[in-house]
Each structure stands twice: as structure tokens, then as C-alpha cells.
């Protein structure tokens, strides 16, 4: 029986047409194909690395596709996150990103996480899935999929870059591979790593590393070559002077070790640093009355008392006292700018930053609180 | 003589950066003494307050974390590079 036969008992001519390079490719052929149409694959990050991970992954026919991002376009994206344009700019990642892969293979199952990858939910959705690449841009995260991944039993392939250098791994316990804590035991303090926004990235660097996420999840699915658990790529693309590091198991790791401590997904485990990767990024920016007024299609949070509002509120905002932002922050559209307002602006600061922990990226704190905006916007209104 | 590979995330904290650093080192821990001698601004990366070895970044000789060897005793040859692996976080 032909590689094309084969492929064709289960599916249309269409489908062999489709995939006719890898039907002749030593090593997949139909066999491969298949289990690559059976595949269903989580891919956590939709920026640098996850935009080539994903359109070649979609491009070779992986069955299911699972996506998980927070964030919206942001112009500063659009110069190495190759899922987006222009005209996506201020939309949901998601939404952007599912209409482009749909569009490119109609065959894929796309299935959308808004809810985001959270302690609480990671196993479950890991569970729905083969295998989950890391395309993220922060500390906590990398841990919290590492550390779920291993709890789920699915192999982790990871991609993580500095200007003008990735590290690509693939972490696979089934495989006597290391884990991400086995080479970094513990998340690095506040000011131990710059942030990527002042640090920069090399345009075109995520295309290697993502792509080669996506070659690795290949691989791995089809059985092709040599995978590359338990070593790490150490990609510089000033000298491509690449380097090949063994990463092992480490018998004292404190999740894969022979006496873990990690045995489930406590959230305190991945609160963020102070600091971590994306300190400047994650200040909540500060913003004007006038300039919160003329923002398009912002939501105004009232994070002060409910006696408060008594006093005096601005016409439309809903209210979450501080200390019910963290139980209550899904009431909270992550696609739309967020205002958050108190008093004087210090409370709604810190649920500004809990929001940004959370993902949230269209965060402002509303400067001086209502009582600056009452003078500034509202001369009538009371002030206390 | 063998020589270190710095990084880029390690290359930022220094105050004349160079990719590669030549050390006139037998071990891993000459090594690393010989690059804090020049670069003291990066102690604080390796060593903690009492002088032992964070666990921040991976030292490898060849392709191996000297950690699976025989840590910062680690025998280093004139033809020995010696790479340095910070986490980084970028995606």
C-alpha cells in the first residue's frame, strides 16, 4: 500500500494532496501524518515564539491546537510576532491568532483558553492535551507549566530568548530527561535577569526558536530523529556559535527528584517576583483624569469601600473592593482598558499590579483618584 | 588557556562587556574566581553573601553542567570552554 493509500484510508484525496511532502519524507509518511492529524497540542505564549510555533504547527497538520494568551496587540509586537498586522493592533491576541491559523488549515481544531493558564487550572487543561510548548514571557509561568507539565505526564518543549540568544529544551520526564527546575531549582529574584523591553529582542531570533519549537514538537509526534530531551540548544545568532548543553535528571530536583516537595500546583508557588523578567513592563501606568476620559471603550474600576460610593462615583464604573480583586478579577474584561480608581490612587494601585500578575495588560491607575478627578473633571462632584 | 562564554543576559551586568573571557584557570572555581577578580560587578550573579555558589546560573564544561561532575572542583584543560547558562525568560 502507498503512503498515499495509507494516509487516504483515513482521510480525502484532499488531505494527501495537502500533505504530500511529509507523505514522502523519510521517517513520517502516512504513519506520521496521521498521528500528526491526531495531535493535539498546547501552546502556551502567543507572541515571539508562539506566532511561528503555531503557524508550523498549524501548517503541518496538527490536529488540535490549544491556545492560551492574555494579551493584546501591541504595536512594539508587530516587529518579531509574525501571527499579527497592523490592523490587529489593540485586539485580542486569541482572537487574532484563531482567525490567521483557521484561515491557513480549516482542518484544525482550534480551541481557545481565555481564561488563561492559572495554578487552578493548568492540570486540567494540560489533561486535554499531548504535549504543551512554552512560548511565554515571564519567570512564574515557565515554572508553572514546567512544574504541571511533569505533574501531567506530557513532555514541556521550551524556547526562552535575550536579544540576540535562545535556550531550547526539551523537557521530558518519560524520557529520563531533566526538567526546567532540575537546571534552574528556583525562580530567579527580582533584579537577577533584565526585562526584555529594555533589554530588546533581535527581530528575527523567535522565528528560529519558535520554528525549532515546533520541529521538536514534530519530531515528537511522528517519532522522527533524535529528540532533544535532556539537552539544551544554547542558540546565538551574533556568532552561531550553537552549543549543545546535557541537561539531566537531578535526583535532588524538588518536583522530578526522588523526594519531591512540588506534588501539586499551589498559586503561591508562582506568584510572581517584585521584579521577575517584565518588572517595567508590569508597572501599571499611571494616567490623567482627562487622558482616562478620552480612552476608547475603557472600563472604570472602583476599588475603594462601598461606603465610599456613598460619597461621590463616577457614572458607570463597577466596584470591587481591594481585597475582592484576586477572587473576583474574571469579572474583569481582559480586551478592554481598565481604569482603576480609589480614593487618592494608591489602593487601586496595587489592584493595578494584581491585575497585571493576573495577565491583564490594558491596566491604568487612575492618578490622584476620584478626588483628582473630581477637581479636575467633576467640580460638583463631593469630595471627602 | 581555557575561556569562559558570557552570555548576553550576563554581558549587560558587566562594565566593559566581552563575550569571552581567556582565565588562566585548573578548576571551575579558578575559573570563576579568575572572572569575579576582573569583573567584581558580577559576584553578586555567582556568589552569595557567604561566598558559596548560587544556583542562578549553570556553569558547563563542554556539555556538561559541572554540577554532574565534580562541582566547582571540576578539572578544567587549557582547551576547555567553560559556558555559562543564565535563565532567561523572553518569549
Known sequence: MSEHEKLGRLDTKRMAERYARHLSLPGVGADGQQRLCAARVLLVGLGGLGSPAALYLNA??????????????????????????????????????????????????????????????????????????????????????????????????????????????????????????????????????????????????????????????????????????????????????????????????????????????????????????????????????????????????DVREPFELELCRIPGAVHIPLRDIPKRYAELPVERPLVMYCHKGMRSAVAAQQLREKGYRQVYNLSGGIDRWAQEMEPDMARY | MPFIVIPAALRRLMSEPVSTLEVDAATAREALDGLIAKYPELRETFLDSDGNLRQFVRIFIGEEDIESLQGQDTPVTPSDEIVLLPPIAGG
Not at chain 1, 104 to 114: F, P
Request: net charge negative.
Open chain 1, 60 to 301: 503541518a497538520g496538527v490536529g488540535t491546537l490549544g491556545l492560551a494568551d492574555f494579551d493584546t496587540v501591541d504595536e512594539s509586537n508587530l516587529q518579531r510576532q509574525i501571527l499579527y498586522t497592523e490592523l490587529d493592533v489593540g485586539k485580542s491576541k486569541l482572537d487574532c491568532a484563531a482567525r490567521v491559523l483557521q484561515e491557513r488549515n480549516g482542518d484544525t481544531l482550534i480551541i481557545l483558553h481565555r481564561e488563561g493558564i492559572q495554578p487552578d487550572n493548568v492540570l486540567d487543561i494540560m489533561a486535554q492535551y499531548d504535549l504543551v510548548l512554552d512560548g511565554t514571557d515571564n519567570f512564574p509561568t515557565r515554572y508553572l507549566l514546567n512544574d504541571a507539565a511533569y505533574l501531567a505526564g506530557i513532555p514541556l518543549i521550551s524556547a526562552s530568548m535575550f536579544q540576540f540568544e535562545a535556550q531550547v529544551a526539551v523537557f521530558d520526564s518519560k524520557h529520563d530527561s531533566g526538567c526546567y527546575r532540575c537546571l534552574y531549582p528556583d525562580m530567579p529574584a527580582a533584579g537577577d535577569v533584565p526585562n526584555c523591553a529594555e533589554a530588546g529582542i533581535f527581530g528575527a531570533l523567535p522565528g528560529m526558536a519558535g520554528a525549532m519549537q515546533a520541529i521538536e514538537a514534530i519530531k515528537w509526534i511522528t517519532g522522527v530523529g533524535e529528540p532533544l530531551q535532556g539537552r539544551l540548544l544554547m542558540l546565538d545568532t551574533l556568532t552561531h556559535r550553537n552549543r549543545m548543553m546535557r541537561v539531566p535528571a537531578n535526583p535532588q530536583c524538588a518536583l522530578c527528584g526522588s523526594s519531591p516537595s512540588i506534588v501539586d500546583m499551589q498559586a503561591d508557588r508562582y506568584a510572581a517576583p517584585v521584579c521577575a523578567v517584565a518588572a517595567v513592563e508590569e508597572q501599571p501606568e499611571s494616567i490623567t483624569p482627562d487622558a482616562a476620559a478620552k480612552l476608547t471603550d475603557a472600563l472604570f474600576v
